[in-house]
């Protein structure tokens, strides 16, 4: 056994051993017990953060980064894992996205404050202890509250090309069956790996407050991607080509009212499709018809019976890119 010990802040692995507990965080106006594995393998480099449970009811994320904890061996490991299963414990304990602290969503406050609120110290210590010590990062979520959404891994392109290429191979071998591409700002955690220039691939797949099995196997299919096309562990066999599309146009309520969609998550579409209609509250009037604009793919759609002016209805992914050796 090749390797070396792993030193991360006051952390100590041996290498080919995992170091698995809870530790303590200092957020200011409290102490929180933060669940971390290092996975020390056979090599330094390269180094990968998995990451779930930034929204405190991601349950899918939550199950499929433990379970790689448990499974995966670090003698079959070229390289360094840093898992933390559930990134906002507060919020987790809440059962919601908001930590109660004070009220924020970690993802929306990136990259922290060491001297700020709650959630912002919380940032400030995933974004310097993790996120820059990482060649890639997996960020594993669900579908937006009150939405589902069919699986599917994302990445970004910037101004950076050699970031660029690692995040297209990422995306490319990711094993997920839909694959997107998104500007850096639609996601809001994104620019700070475009900053500390980590590879970043995000995998969304099951309902929030849900462990759902399906759900938790999308997750590791990607997982045990990311892991081949970085060379940490061997391919158990070449991930199916993506279905990798460049656009994504969300469908906006101009109403509030009640929702019924007529579409699910997953399903193609053609232009001028019926996607679900607003109804007055009291079930009568039709106050909007949502059609949609274009031929494409439902990637998400709302499922909540309540909404509100402006609220997303449903992201359609268009522009699909061809399945050539270039671009799979």
């Not at 030193?7 to 669940?35: C, K, N, S, W």
């Not at 590791?220 to 080509?241: E, F, N, Q, T, W």
Request: glycine letters at 10%; a negative charge.
């Amino acid at each position: 056994m090749s390797g070396e010990t792993w030193q991360l802040g006051p952390l100590r692995v041996e290498a080919g051993r995992t170091l698995r507990g809870v530790y303590q965080v200092d957020l200011g106006r409290a102490r929180i017990g933060f669940p971390i594995a290092l996975i020390n393998g056979t090599e330094p480099d390269p180094v990968l953060l998995v990451t779930s449970g930034m929204d405190g009811d991601e349950y899918a994320g939550v199950e499929a980064a433990l379970r790689l904890i448990d499974t995966l061996n670090p003698a079959s490991v070229a390289g360094r894992v840093m898992v933390c299963p559930i990134l906002d414990p507060l919020s987790f304990e809440a059962m919601q996205s908001q930590n109660p602290l004070d009220g924020l969503i970690l993802r929306q406050v990136f990259p922290g404050d060491l001297e700020g609120k709650p959630t912002q110290r919380l940032a400030h210590f995933v974004y310097q202890t993790f996120i820059v010590n990482a060649d890639a990062w997996l960020a594993l979520g669900a579908a937006e509250p009150g939405e589902s959404c069919a699986p599917l891994a994302w990445t970004f392109q910037s101004d950076d090309a050699f970031l660029n290429t690692q995040n297209r191979i990422l995306l490319r071998q990711s094993g997920a069956a839909l694959g997107l591409f998104q500007p850096v700002a639609s996601w809001d955690p994104a620019p700070v790996a475009l900053t500390a220039s980590t590879a970043m691939l995000g995998s969304a797949a099951g309902t929030r407050g849900r462990i759902d099995p399906e759900a938790v196997e999308a997750h590791r299919r990607v997982i045990d991607g990311v892991l081949a096309s970085m060379s940490m562990v061997a391919a158990k066999s070449p991930p199916p080509a993506p279905a990798i599309y460049a656009t994504a146009v969300p469908l906006l309520a101009e109403a509030g009212g009640l929702w019924y969609a007529r579409v699910g998550a997953g399903e193609a579409v053609s232009a001028g499709q019926t996607i679900g209609e607003i109804r007055r509250l009291d079930g009568g009037a039709v106050l909007q018809t949502v059609n949609s604009p274009l031929e494409g793919m439902v990637l998400a759609v709302r499922t909540a019976l309540a909404v509100r002016p402006r609220q997303r209805l449903a992201l359609l992914a268009t522009q699909p890119q061809p399945r050539t050796p270039e671009n799979v």
